[in-house]
């Protein structure tokens, strides 16, 4: 069985029974994140710019919607740095390279990470109209999407992106059959290849990413920037109890090296951020994992083959 064969088979199996929010239930990130590009990157955002992906399955083929929740930066959601002076883009992409160029699939905006064709398009500043409710891109045609055999599916990618401003912006996707209400498509997926997202405010709430595992991966490197040392990261794998990786301080990167053990082949790992009872209020956090290769391994909102456990629950107290 081929590596993305195998893929395929655990992503029916882990999407039967969830919808398409970004982030997921499962993840418990409150908020995507996104600054305008004169923000101090000390207010969690390494490069001001953020991009999804949409799988979805070749079964399905009516119209689908993208819906972005408070799309704009101004208002309740908002992180704001004086005035809100902040206006940013969203694009979504279809189209032969959307998902297949290398670039598109690398954690910086540099190069032809635009790739494919540009389907809509749209930017909002600080807009009452969008403040703590949702804009809908679309319809789309699955058949728009960039065609992956080893998925069996049509990707689609959708980056927000700062031009304007320093305030942050705070927002989620949902992928909907329906342009009035999140209405899931069976067996769909999003990922990215690079996480910036704000954190809870509570040392009671713990936040999760999980990187999936493919075969020939002997290790991995997660890079984190700007956590403010608030608390811990910790890792759980079907063969790791709770395995605490490096973290960042205020405004600087830092990273941690895992050789994978041969019972996690084929899973997902639970990179679990664990706030400590002396919390970083309004924290921003940007996350990356590679290979061996050096290659950028994506963070499935859907778990594939479902969120991993060690021979049974781990629970975590807050930090004292």
């Known amino acids: 069985m081929t590596r993305f064969l195998y893929i395929v088979i655990l992503l029916a199996v882990s999407t039967i029974a969830f919808s398409q929010p970004v982030p997921n239930v499962e993840e418990n990130i409150p908020y995507l994140m996104t ?12 490069d001001f710019s953020q991009a999804f992906f949409f799988l979805v399955p070749e079964e399905y083929t009516q119209a689908f919607f993208i819906r972005v929740f408070d799309p704009d930066t101004g208002g309740e959601v908002d992180e704001v740095a004086g005035v809100f ?28 990470y635009k790739s494919g064709t540009l389907l809509a398009s749209r930017a909002f500043a600080d807009n009452p109209r969008y403040d703590n409710s949702w804009y809908t891109f679309g319809p ?20 927000c992106e700062g031009v304007e401003g320093d305030d942050g912006n705070m927002y989620r996707f949902f992928l909907s059959t329906n342009a009035e209400e999140n209405r ?5 997926n999003a990922f990215a290849y690079e996480y910036s997202f704000r954190m ?19 290790s991995v490197r997660i890079s984190n920037f700007d956590w403010d040392s608030d608390g811990s990261i910790v890792v759980i794998s079907v063969a790791r109890q709770g395995q605490e990786v ?23 790992y639970d990179f679990r951020f664990v706030k400590s009872s002396n919390l970083v209020r309004n924290n921003n956090v940007v996350v990356n994992v590679r290979n061996q290769f050096d290659e950028a391994m994506p963070f499935y909102t ?6 991993p456990k060690y021979r049974g629950e781990v629970e975590f107290e807050p930090i004292e």
């Not at 032969?96 to 910086?108: C, G, L, Q, V, Y």
């Not at 809870?200 to 002997?218: L, R």
């Not at 859907?302 to 969120?307: A, H, L, R, T, Y």
């Open 302 to 307: 859907i778990p594939i083959g479902g969120v």
């Open 200 to 218: 809870h405010n509570t040392n009671e709430e713990v936040a999760h990413i999980y990187p999936y595992v493919e075969v020939g991966t002997k």
């Open 246 to 268: 490096n973290m960042s301080r205020e405004d600087n990167w830092a990273e941690d090296e895992l050789v994978v053990q041969e019972e996690e082949i084929g899973t997902s």
């Open 184 to 188: 899931p498509i069976e067996g769909a």
């Open 85 to 112: 002076n902040t206006r940013q883009v969203y694009e979504v992409y279809g189209g032969e390279t959307a998902w297949s160029d290398p670039d598109a699939r690398e954690t910086h905006p540099d190069g032809n």
């Open 35 to 46: 600054f305008g590009p004169d923000a101090e990157t000390s207010w969690g955002d390494d």
């Open 140 to 159: 789309f045609n699955p058949a728009q999407g960039e065609y992956v055999e080893q998925y069996h599916g049509r990707i689609f990618k959708i980056i």
